[in-house]
């Protein structure tokens, strides 16, 4: 089999078996209400983790690039309360300028 | 399930885009066109299908692919526990139903809110799926005629898209201080570890807002 199959079966599995161990062996029980308290801030937690990775991230170092561009085009959209197809579109088009002309 | 997929909309273009550059960017790294889509239908999560495809294609050998990609994943093992509570039925369908959660899916149907809808994340997911591995397999076939996805600015997309799920999770005062602190945890890290592991450990901001409480 060749390295491109195995990873691929290899992270297929083993996403699967992630993403089941909520939903799978979690689910039905009564939570501690201090325990959803909690629950509830892994959210903000990790899409904060999440627009730092996808912003600045560049491998092992944080780089100031063309993302930083539509990150803001984005945030821009968000605050005029656009709809999210605009938020992406601003995004996308900010980033590809800015990578058009630098 | 028919809110979810109406939900889901805003999202295809972006999501049929993104999956049509990771099908690029596999065959560029020798993957068959098969395996490329077999990847989107199975592990269906973007950031880590581009980590693995991309440190294969670079030479980093198997085990630091699946590792990299694994370490991404690992967040749905909190994700997952946030909303485990909205599943039912048996076994098989919980494990069926759950591959259908993923980053977009989760936040747009309430995921870490106590308005969490799980039939919405299956319409949203569905979608979603579908637009995926639809993106996957035209990138794949067509592969080599598109040169360089990034000039298309998806990367930053991504990023403004990843903003504003953040933002309408900010309902409280300690929302949005484990959000800085995951942010600040996940800049800090990223130098220091692989990728990844910052996403993961910014799960440990939850501790700030529980000490805030």
Known sequence: MSAAWVTVLAVGAGTVVLKSVGPVGVANKELHPRA??????VGPAILAALVVAETFAHGRSLVVDARLAGVAAGAAAIALRAPLWVVIVAGAAATAAVRLVS | MRKGLRLAVPLLPAILALGASVGVLARASHFSATAAIVMSATTFAGSSQVAAISLLGAGGGVAAAVVAALLLNARYVPIGITVARSFRGRIWQRLAEAQLVVDESWALAGGGTARFDRRVM????????????????????????VSDPSAFGLDGAFAALFLALLVAQLGDRRAVA?????AAIAAALT????????????????????RRA
């Open chain 1, 36 to 41: 959803a308290e909690l629950l509830s801030m």
């Open chain 2, 122 to 145: 299956l319409g949203i997911g569905s979608g979603l799926w579908v637009a995926w591995v639809g993106g996957t397999a035209v990138g794949a076939l067509l592969g080599g005629v």
């Open chain 2, 191 to 210: 130098p220091l570890t692989p990728p990844g592991v910052p996403i993961i450990a910014a799960t440990a901001a939850v501790v700030v807002g529980w």
């Open chain 2, 178 to 182: 484990a959000a800085l602190t995951g």
